[in-house]
């Protein structure tokens, strides 16, 4: 049982491999950070037919890119019997340099095809070419990683059987509030990767300004939609001193950036703020500005008040 801030919460358990992978992938910005792309199984099946496919790839982009291959267990089946023939196949496999253009040629189709997946990586790499960055990523060796609910000793008596120089365990537990069941839970785990977002916001919460008022804390696109104030893919348009309906953006929640429709480039919405205040000749050099104040949405609130609105609801506001 959880205990946080005298409420109940008891230990939740996945009835099935399906149900659990749809936690995994929920939080897979959490387990892996926000440089990750996660790609699902069903959509990654190779022309070579290997006869193991994992339950994800990830894609780690930024100063040292990686990529895991997922795997995804539960505690009350037969780990041993499922983790070291499947993840030994698959290893195995990958050594095929066919098969490592086989893959590399299934994940650049999938990420080609997703606007979002597409802008992310292509801001995260700069003017490296897509398929190169692949092609050279997916020639090391990856990172297995495998997703359980408990971890057991059967657990690592099949990682100390799996001839691999890097993998990694996320024990993934889930608790449900007592007497109201899964629509309210907490979720326990160690992440893989911090975000530097969040570790940023950390650091600033609680320092002061220049008006020697406290800073406010960050509001990111993601806690808007969990307030009903924002949604994937909305439009935003620029604002100063009137309405620029020509200059949009659309908000890209697994990156928490914009999507500037001129460029098709992704920006924070500062960084873009600033582009545009400069682009219309409303500013003059490059110091930092306040993004929020700039966007607004179709119905006409700038994205500033709804990020108050949010500080109020968690009580950053009095």
């Not at 992938?25 to 006869?51: C, P, Q, V």
């Not at 979720?187 to 940023?200: A, G, I, N």
Request: glycine fraction near 6%; charge should be negative.
């Amino acid at each position: 049982m959880l205990l946080m801030d005298g409420v109940r919460y008891e230990e939740w358990m996945p009835a099935s491999e399906d149900e659990f992978e749809q936690v995994v992938k929920e939080h897979a910005k959490d387990i892996f950070g926000e440089e990750s792309i996660y790609l699902e199984k069903h959509r990654l099946r190779t022309k070579s037919g290997i006869a193991a496919i994992p339950d994800g790839y990830v894609i780690i982009v930024g100063n040292q890119p990686q990529w895991h291959i997922v795997e995804v267990e539960l505690s009350t089946h037969p780990l041993y019997e499922h983790i070291v023939p499947q993840i030994s196949k698959f290893i195995n496999g990958i050594k095929n340099p066919s098969t490592q253009r086989d893959i590399v040629d299934t994940l650049y189709r999938e990420i080609d095809s997703d606007e979002f997946l597409r802008l992310h990586l292509k801001k995260a790499i700069g003017t490296a070419e897509t398929y190169k960055f692949l092609s050279d990523l997916l020639s090391e060796s990856p990172v297995v990683t495998i997703m359980i609910e408990k971890h057991t000793e059967q657990l690592d008596e099949a990682v100390s059987a799996l001839a691999h120089p890097e993998i990694k365990v996320v024990e993934l537990q889930t608790f449900a509030r007592e007497d109201v069941g899964l629509p309210v839970h907490a979720h326990l785990f160690e992440p893989l990767y911090r975000s530097r977002e969040r570790l940023t916001e950390g650091q600033t919460h609680g320092t002061k300004g220049e008006d020697g008022k406290p800073k406010a804390k960050k509001v990111s696109f993601r806690e808007l939609e969990k307030a009903g104030l924002a949604k994937d893919g909305q439009i935003l348009c620029f604002y100063h001193t009137r309405l620029f309906d020509n200059e949009q953006a659309r908000i890209v929640m697994s990156s928490n950036e914009l999507g500037y429709k001129a460029d098709g480039n992704l920006y924070s919405a500062s960084e873009l703020a600033k582009k545009l205040l400069i682009k219309h000749g409303f500013k003059h050099d490059e110091h930092g500005v306040a993004g929020p104040r700039y966007w607004k949405t179709e119905d006409g609130k700038l994205l500033d008040e709804l990020n108050e609105e949010v500080r109020h609801r968690r009580g950053d506001r009095k």
